[in-house]
């Protein structure tokens, strides 16, 4: 039974960092050696978006990270895979960042022209956490 748990939400004003975490358990990579572990946000009235992922192939030792345009430079996705634990580091926080952020987990990654990565379709990922709230007030 796969388990993901968010953590670190919180009310920040514009210009400043939040770090999420998620817990992940029972997400394992055998049989299969890769998979895909990201982050997603959902506001109100909003689509729930792709923010960051993480793909790993454990067989090549191979990580790709991947950001939506309204993130780059600002976010950071890593995994601790000592602790199975997922992290995304928030800098320069905008009002616009605020929504739910959820943490998801799949095995459906995408070919992109320099390799595999994690799809940015939130239908594609089979695991999910309750979320945890991030508002950034100016």
């Known amino acids: 039974q796969v388990q993901l748990v968010e953590s670190g939400g919180d009310s920040v004003q514009a210009g400043g960092s939040l770090r999420l975490s998620c817990a992940v358990s029972?997400?394992?990579?055998?049989?299969?050696?890769?998979?895909?572990l990201a982050w997603f946000r959902q506001a109100p009235g909003k689509e729930r978006e792709g923010v960051a992922s993480?793909?790993?192939?454990?067989?090549?030792?191979?990580?790709?990270?991947h950001y939506a345009d309204s993130v780059k430079g600002r976010f950071v996705v890593s995994l601790d895979n000592a602790k199975n634990t997922l992290y995304l580091q928030m800098n320069s926080l905008k009002p616009e960042d605020s929504a739910m952020y959820y943490c998801?987990?799949?095995?459906?990654?995408?070919?992109?022209?320099?390799?595999?990565?994690?799809?940015?379709?939130?239908?594609?990922?089979?695991?999910w956490g309750q979320g945890t709230q991030v508002t950034s007030s100016s």
């Open positions: 998801a987990a799949g095995r459906r990654p995408v070919w992109r022209s320099d390799g595999y990565y994690c799809p940015s379709e939130s239908d594609m990922f089979e695991y």
């Open positions: 029972g997400y394992a990579y055998t049989p299969y050696a890769y998979g895909c």
């Open positions: 993480i793909y790993t192939d454990r067989s090549t030792d191979t990580s790709r990270t």
